[in-house]
């Protein structure tokens, strides 16, 4: 669903990916998820106070996010992310 989203697949001209009308089961509507995801989230990527995707908490970016003792472990839990 995110990549279908996101139009990866439009040049297909598949109707069943087309991005525009793909919808699939997630917590909010499609075209919520297209501006706070595609272009909130795209234009801002990283922008404290305008990315939604920062602070969720998985890793610290900022110094303005609180800090909790989890993010000791942050080198090695993004490592592991990583690989």
């Known amino acids: 669903g995110h990549n ?4 990866q697949y439009d040049w297909m001209n598949d109707p069943e990916f087309a991005g525009r009308a793909y919808e699939w089961d997630i917590a909010g509507p499609s075209d919520f998820w297209r501006h706070t995801h595609n272009h909130i989230h795209h234009t801002y990527t990283n922008v404290l106070g305008k990315d939604d995707d920062v602070g969720y ?6 110094p303005e ?3 909790k003792p989890f993010y000791r ?3 090695l839990w993004v490592t592991l992310q990583a690989l």
């Open 4 to 7: 279908v989203m996101h139009g």
């Open 73 to 75: 472990w942050q080198p």
């Open 57 to 62: 908490g998985v890793v610290r970016l900022f």
């Open 65 to 67: 996010q609180r800090w």
